[in-house]
C-alpha cells in the first residue's frame, strides 16, 4: 500500500492553550479512516493542522510523499486535499452550479459527474444556494470539494443536524465514493454504526493524542465505550 497521509507525533496550540500532544494518523491511498473521538478530543483540530488552518508546533506531516509542514493552507489544498469543514456552508448570491463551478479543478469530477452523485444538485441548478436546505446545502459543499479534484477527501461531521433521510443520502454518497472510485476518505462522525459500514480503519483520539488505531473491524465494544463513551 502506498502511503497518502503520515501524520507524526503532532502537536498544536491555540494561543498558550495546547490542543493536540502527538497525533498520530497514517492513511493508505484509497482507504476510509474514521477519525474518532469524544467532544473536544482533537478531531477538528487535527484536521486544521493537516489542511495548515492551524500551523503545527512538533512532529511530521507528510501528505502524497511531500512534508506540509510550513505550508500555507492554499498550497496544500493544490496538493489534493479537499476538506469540507465542520458547519460549512454554501456561498450565498452564487447559484448551485456557480458554486461548483468556482471550485473546479482539472480532473475526473466535473460538473456532470457532481450532479450523478448528488442528483438534488441537478434539479436545483439554477438556484441561489442560500436557498437549499441544510441537506442540500452540505451536498454542495461536498460536490464543491469534489470539484477541486481531491486526492484526499476530508469530512468534518457532514452529517452533523441533519434529518435522517437526507443524512442517509450522504452516507450513500459516501459509500458510492469508496466502492465506484475508490478515493481515499477521512470521516468523522458521530454515528459509529454508519462509520462501521464504511470505514477500512479506526483512530481514535483521546485529549489531543492518538489512543487507538486499527482495522474497523478491531473496533470492540469494550473499546467504544472506553474511548468515545457510548
Ligand atoms: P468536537 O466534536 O466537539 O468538535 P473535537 O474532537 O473536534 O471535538 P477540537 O474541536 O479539535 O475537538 O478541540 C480540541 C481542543 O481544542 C478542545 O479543548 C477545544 O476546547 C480546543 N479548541 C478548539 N478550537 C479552539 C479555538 N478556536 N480556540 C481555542 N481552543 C480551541
Redesign the pocket.
Known sequence: MTPLLEMRGVTAF??H?Q?LFGVDLDMAEGEVVALM??????????I?ALTRLIPHRAGAIRFAGQTLDGMPAHRAARLGLGLVP?GRRAFRGLTVTENLIAAARPGAWDLARVHALFPRLAERAGQDAGSLSGGEQQMLVIGRALMTNPRLLIL??ATEGLAPLIRGEIWDAIRALKSETGLSILV?DKSLKELARVADRAVI?EK?RTAWAGPMADMTQDLADRYLGV
Open positions: 491555540y494561543g492553550s490542543a473521538g469524544r467532544n473536544g478530543m482533537g478531531k477538528t483540530t487535527t486544521r465542520e468534518d461531521e468523522v483520539l489531543g
